[in-house]
């Protein structure tokens, strides 16, 4: 894959970026991961046809040990990795486990393309633009499982900041269409243009990574996939659960004192039951690979 890779460099250089000193395309861990700031881990195997999710896992644990391994090696211990390849969380939790020195904290998993999709069917529904939406959540799982949750969501209408289910007055979109437009969009995606999200999902890896870096605006909160240690809604620690959090100084905080009703939980459970049954069956090709 060098060939591809010199053409994808070709390109950078081509696009003239302000920011952009120099690349390095390599097949080499040790210059890859060596003193990196930022790590994000794009590359994994894509489910095929007929292929069981187990199969899928199985090979993900093996990339993933060894991008870990690579990380423990060469990178700053302060290194902040961003898993994209999916499973996301489930990979995310395996590169963990294989770099011990470097905290999990700084781990996370991107389910900021989700919850942009969420902040846009919700503008497009009010005739609004994208900006005017905020606090969305996506809960759990990168997978069909995740909650989107717009129950603490507010939009502005008029210049006054609404509650979405207030704004929108028509709860049974919000908890059915809603929901499933967004755990189905990436398969929507694939179905209309026979390949996978690209300009939306490297729009939500550079929204993550800002905001890892400069922090979240006050008074907005934004999701993505971190440990879930220590949390105050219920999900079991030592997953890689996706949750509301606000960054400062490069360090997110889980959002705390949402209120969480019935509907949310038992949307909320389930998909930390998927994450469970994913991280069991990771862990046995873990302990062998």
Request: glycine residues 6%.
């Amino acid at each position: 894959m060098m060939g591809v890779l010199d053409g994808v460099l070709m390109e950078l250089q081509d696009c003239a970026l302000p920011l952009l000193k120099d690349v390095i395309a390599t097949d080499k861990e040790d210059i890859a991961f060596k003193d990196l700031d930022v790590a994000i881990l794009v590359g994994s195997m894509p489910r095929r046809d007929g292929m069981e999710r187990k199969d899928l896992l199985k090979a993900n644990v093996k990339i993933f040990k060894c991008q870990g391994a690579a990380l423990e090696k060469y990178a700053k211990k302060s290194v902040k990795v961003i898993v994209v390849g999916n499973p996301a969380n489930t990979n995310c939790l395996t590169a963990a486990k294989s770099a011990p020195s470097i905290p999990k904290e700084n781990f996370s998993c991107l389910t900021r393309l989700d919850h942009n999709r969420a902040k846009a069917q919700i503008a497009l529904k009010l005739g609004v633009t994208s900006d005017d939406v905020k606090n969305v959540i996506i809960w759990g799982n990168h997978s069909s499982t995740q909650y989107p949750d717009v129950s603490h969501a507010k939009v502005k209408l008029q210049g006054k900041e609404v509650g979405v289910y207030d704004a929108l007055k028509d709860d049974s979109w919000l908890k059915g269409e809603f929901i499933t437009t967004v755990q189905q969009r990436g398969a929507a995606v694939i179905k209309a243009r026979k390949l996978s999200s690209a300009m939306s999902a490297a729009k939500a890896i550079c929204d993550h990574v800002r905001d890892i870096w400069f922090g979240t605006p006050e008074g907005e909160f934004v999701s993505m996939g971190i440990i879930s240690d220590g949390n105050s809604y219920g999900v079991p620690d030592d997953l890689l659960y996706s949750f509301p959090v606000t960054i400062k100084n490069k360090t997110w905080k889980i959002v705390e004192g949402l209120t969480i009703n019935d509907f949310s939980r038992e949307k909320m459970d389930l998909t930390a039951k998927e994450l469970a049954e994913e991280k069991e069956t990771a862990f046995e090709f873990l302990s062998s690979a």
